[in-house]
């Protein structure tokens, strides 16, 4: 991640939801499909991850790989200034957090969980969803673009079937923000 005070870039929030925009169960995603995961690791590499703790915690093989990885955590046990667990941001608010990566160069890219989702949205500018043709038993949710006036849809691929599962890439754009 390299400094530069002049960048101007879009926040990004992007999950994957069902019919309802829920998102995950004790912890865990909904499902797990491969052209989803595809299309998360093509769209944030190289950027900047923005996570809460109990996500970072949940990642199979520790921080994502060619990214830089950011965690917001209310916990004050993991202190700002110091490292942890390699090379990770940390900030225990939304606007700390933005502080933090003011001037950085590279894509920002909110991760989850639902708090962190829900916490960033008054920032976000573009929302990427891959839209589940299903419903789950889940805990945790997104949340419903389609009823939130700040958003609309701005582009919506085919639908796409993988592993049982028939979903589809939406993107929300913030109005104004087109």
Same mark, same amino acid.
């Given at each position: ?11 990004? $929030? ?7 925009? $829920? ?156």
């Amino acid at each position: 991640m390299k400094k530069n005070d002049s960048v101007v870039r879009e926040i990004t $929030a992007i999950v994957a939801v069902d019919r309802k925009w $829920a998102i995950g169960k004790d912890g865990r995603l909904l499902a797990r499909i491969p052209g989803d995961l595809k299309y998360f690791k093509e769209k944030t590499f190289g950027g900047v991850c923005v996570m809460g703790r109990k996500t970072f915690e949940s990642l199979p093989s520790g921080p994502l790989p060619g990214r830089t990885n950011c965690v917001l955590t209310r916990d004050m046990n993991f202190a700002e200034d110091e490292v942890w667990r390699g090379d990770i941001i940390i900030a225990h608010s939304a606007s700390g957090m933005l502080s933090k990566l003011n001037g950085f160069s590279g894509n920002i890219f909110i991760i989850g969980g639902g708090i962190v989702y829900r916490e960033f949205l008054p920032y976000t500018d573009v929302c990427l969803v891959t839209k589940i043709d299903a419903e789950f038993e889940a805990d945790t949710f997104f949340p419903n673009l389609d009823l939130n006036p700040d958003f609309r849809l701005a582009a919506e691929s085919g639908k796409q079937e993988e592993n049982g599962y028939r979903y589809r890439f939406l993107e929300y754009r913030r109005k104004g923000k087109e």
